[in-house]
């Protein structure tokens, strides 16, 4: 599937080209399956941080099977079954990827679940190890939790042995989902005045406390509220904009609160510290094989319905993870 011209998807479409052979360090890998993701569409729409040169083949964390490994490569081999986090290049029938940027999957994850946890939860890993350092016994408000990031990060939250883990939810009707995931109870973000109505429940939750963590891919209405219900020394970490503002905070409030206020953009933890993206999917498949995280619901689409798919996640309010499958 190639992108010709950004936002429009009539200028986009299936071709056939030369198969594709692994240059220096990297790895080709048959892709068995393919998630889109909402940072697909916001790159397609030419709005993501930085854009890819038309025309470009799209497609985020592709799982398959390893075909060929170029010059410089070792400990993988043709046969191996991974999960290649590459920025590009997944929706397809063959891609070429940095070898530091694949990771061999665990026997019992099948190709269509490791694609459907893939950016979700390195996202939602690094927010909560690396940005957060949470620590056993602490307290977790995820914003946006019934999104791929959201419920990979009240699941991680759990797993990491987080006290409480409160789950802020547009829809309350969708709270099941998160509950199920183990957040322990939930923050209505359909409440007016957010800025009042997040913090008066946080409140409520935590005896008067306030959070350790606030984890928010939303910003908007939602994150000025979450700040104000963060404890003493408390962190939250911003990875996106999904409500649509993109918030300001006055510097005096974490001088007065003692808090931290940090941003998490995946993409460069692949390129900058791509052995901590490693330790990151060697712990989330160890929770994985020991049964305290589980992948989201997928629906699976066949590439030539590529269409289907990118306005499934488009729309938004999807309870299931769009998967393309190539083959």
Not at 24 to 52: C, H, I, M, S, W
Not at 85 to 92: F, Q
Not at 117 to 122: P, T
Not at 317 to 326: D, E, F, H, I, K
Request: some cysteine; glycine content about 10%.
């Amino acid at each position: 599937m190639t992108v010709h011209e950004f936002g429009n998807l009539d200028k986009a479409r299936l071709e056939e080209r030369e198969d594709p052979r692994p240059g220096e360090g990297e790895v080709l890998v048959e892709v068995r399956a393919a998630p889109v993701n909402y940072v697909d569409l916001v790159t397609f729409r030419g709005e993501y941080q930085f854009k890819p040169v038309l025309p470009y083949v799209p497609g985020k964390g592709p799982s398959g099977v390893v075909r060929e490994v170029g010059p410089g490569v070792a400990g993988l081999a043709p046969g191996d079954r991974v999960l290649a986090m590459a920025e590009y290049g997944g929706y397809a029938e063959l891609t070429a990827v940095d070898h530091r940027q694949v990771y061999r999957l665990p026997d019992a994850l099948a190709f269509v679940d490791a694609a459907a946890m893939s950016l979700g939860f390195d996202t939602a890993w690094m927010a909560l190890r690396d940005r957060a350092r949470i620590r056993p016994g602490e307290t977790v408000l995820v914003l946006g939790a019934t999104g791929a990031v959201g419920l990979a990060a009240v699941q991680l939250a759990r797993a990491m042995g987080a006290g409480l883990v409160l789950a802020g939810v547009s829809r309350p009707e969708r709270f099941a989902p998160a509950a199920a995931a183990g957040a322990d109870a939930m923050i209505d973000l359909s409440r007016p005045d957010l800025r009042e109505s997040v913090r008066t429940q946080v409140l409520a939750a935590t005896d008067g406390v306030g959070v350790d963590i606030v984890i928010d891919p939303l910003g908007g209405d939602p994150f000025d509220g979450a700040v104000r219900s963060l404890a003493w020394r408390g962190r939250l970490v911003v990875i996106g904009f999904a409500a649509g503002r993109i918030p300001v905070l006055k510097a005096n409030y974490p001088l007065l609160k003692n808090i931290e206020v940090s941003g998490l953009q995946i993409s460069d933890y692949r390129k900058r510290m791509p052995e901590l993206v490693a330790e990151c999917y060697r712990e989330v498949f160890t929770f994985h094989e020991q049964g305290l995280v589980a992948a989201p619901l997928s629906t699976t689409v066949p590439l030539a319905d590529w269409k289907v798919a990118f306005r499934a996640v488009q729309a938004g309010g999807a309870t299931s993870r769009q998967v393309l499958l190539p083959t």
